[in-house]
C-alpha cells in the first residue's frame, strides 16, 4: 500500500497521485471546425522513475483495448507528469462516433471493495452482446480491455489498490 509517515508514527493512506485520461473526438465539427470531444480518467500507480516506462506501456495498452471499443478519434492522451497530444484536433471519421454513446465502466477497489466509474464516449454499439447493453467481457475486446484496464488503473482513494472492472455498459449522456 502507498503510505506517507505520519508525524504520530503511524501510516496513513495515500489518495491516487498519478492519472491517465484520454480524449476521443466525435463526428461533430463545432463552428469553428474544431470537433465534439469526450474525456475520461482514472488513476494509475503513483509514477516513479523506476516505473514510468512499464505504466506508460500499460496506458498504451489499455488506450488500445479502448480502441477496439469505440469510433471516436483519439486526440490527446494525457499523464499527470506529461501532457501528450496524440492526434489532429479534427472529428472522427466515422458519423457514428458520437461523443453521447458512452461505455460506463463499473469498477471497483480490490482491497476494501469501493465502487467507481468512468466514462469513455463515441462508443462503437457494435460491440455490445445480443439483446443487451453490456460489453462481454469475457471474450475478445471486451475481454481485451479488461485485462489492459486491471492491468493499468487503479483505486482513486488508495493508488496501492488494484481494480476489478466489473462491467461495460452502453449509456446515452450529454456530459
Known sequence: M???ACASGGLKSMAALSWYSITLADNTAKMNGEPETTHAAVAITTLTPANVAATETLCGNLAAALAALVLGRFV?????????????????????AQRENKWLCRYHDATDFTKYQVSFGTADLSKHMANSEFVDLTAGDGQAFKTAFEAVVKAPADAGHAVVLDSVQFVGRNR
Not at 76 to 96: F, H, M, S
Open 76 to 96: 490527446k492522451n494525457e499523464i499527470v507528469y506529461a501532457r501528450n497530444a496524440g492526434g489532429a484536433q479534427i472529428p472522427a471519421t466515422d458519423p457514428l
Open 2 to 4: 502507498l503510505a506517507l
